[in-house]
Nanobody, 124 residues
Framework: QVQLVESGGGLVQAGGSLRLSCAASGSIFSIDAMAWYRQAPGKQRELVAGITSGGRTNYADSVKGRFTISRDNAKNTVYLQMNSLKPEDTAVYYC??????????????????WGQGTQVTVSS
């Protein structure tokens, strides 16, 4: 089993920045794929960004150039640096983890492990 704990959400004005963190614990040796997803009220969950243990990344078109995903394998932590935030970025952001790096490459959301979510609110 793997436990994921997100932190760093909050309220920010449009154009501002936030950094989300997700710390993994438990059977972390099996985790090669990590990702951030988000879900806004009334909308489906969508990929934000994913990263493999080797550093390969995949971003949603809507966040390219504004968000950066990174990972510290020694700390078993994945980060999401969000810059130039827009009101449409408002959502609950979830961290996900899985042994299968194909999920990062394809953008599939079939991750085995999910965090509890952290709220990001961007005011206009």
């Amino acid at each position: 089993q793997v436990q994921l704990v997100e932190s760093g959400g909050g309220l920010v004005q449009a154009g501002g920045s936030l950094r989300l963190s997700c710390a993994a614990s438990g059977s972390i040796f099996s985790i090669d794929a990590m990702a951030w997803y988000r879900q806004a009220p009334g909308k489906q969950r969508e990929l934000v960004a994913g990263i493999t243990s080797g550093g390969r990344t995949n971003y949603a078109d809507s966040v390219k150039g504004r968000f950066t995903i990174s990972r510290d394998n020694a700390k078993n932590t994945v980060y999401l640096q969000m810059n130039s935030l827009k009101p449409e970025d408002t959502a609950v952001y979830y961290c996900a983890a899985d042994p299968n790096i194909i999920l990062v490459i394809t953008g599939s959301d079939e991750y085995d492990y999910w965090g509890q979510g952290t709220q990001v609110t961007v005011s206009s």
